[in-house]
């Protein structure tokens, strides 16, 4: 349990807490801003790969696929990777839920086991070239009409052949500050090759986000695409599974390998700049 502060202590933190939601709030707005009025390129279509990994919820993938299939005004450019552990129960039902869907979109099933949540999706980026790389749970919707175009809007304004992320708006309170799910360019993925990274069994999103804090090299995107269905949400407790009770067990040391890898991820970057 941890140690309650006492009251000069807590006074303090959360005096920084909010310097740093201040700090971050005009920062990232400057950078969107700037690079919108002074940075603007010609849109291109972009491929854009979305990454997920998945474990007994086919219900929730489909529901994820579908609200993809309603929402993507050009299925042509999105690749969908999925990948499942070898001993998957429900490996069949993946299988055929897979095997029926249209040629509309291009979906590929993986089976293999890997032993963190971040080797599953570095297996699955490394099995496709792509302009953009989009880390994804199955519990996630897409929410708006046209998503896709709207990415292309903002890599418009992004460096072109140039390591970048952009920060999408899921269900963080503080957008700003952290993206639940970070998409990441073809030359970030390059220069660090990897993603999200090689040292926890989670914190892709986390890990990402704090390189684009330190390198500067991200954006984060002014309209919600996308709806993070996390049964840690206060009043969607009827999300909870035994994939999110497992997910919960895998990441406990995660914390502290985070504070014994940050000069690693200082170090990487460097690689970003």
Known sequence: MKKKLTLYPRIKKEFFKGFSRIKWFLLTNLIYFNR?????????????????PSKQRVKKLKRCIDSMFVNTNNLKRIQVLILIDENEINKEDYISYINSLSNDINIKLFIKNEK?????????????????????????????????????EIAAIIPQNKPFSIWTIASS????????????????????????????????????????????KFIVAKKKFIEHLNAGIEGLNNEKDNTYNDLMISQIGDEEKWLETKNIRKKDSIKLL
């Open 116 to 152: 963190t949540h971040n080797l599953r999706n570095n297996f699955l980026a490394n099995k496709v070239f792509s302009d953009l790389y989009f880390p994804l749970n199955d519990d996630v919707i897409f929410t708006m009409k046209g998503w896709d175009d709207y990415i292309d």
């Open 36 to 52: 919108n009025l002074f940075y603007k390129k010609s849109r291109i279509v972009n491929k854009i790969s979305i990454l997920i």
């Open 173 to 216: 309170k503080y957008p700003y500050l952290h993206s639940e799910f970070p998409i990441v360019n073809y030359e970030w993925y390059q220069k660090l090759g990897y993603i999200g990274n090689l040292y926890l069994y989670g914190y892709i999103d986390t890990w990402i986000c704090d390189l684009g804090k330190i390198s500067k």
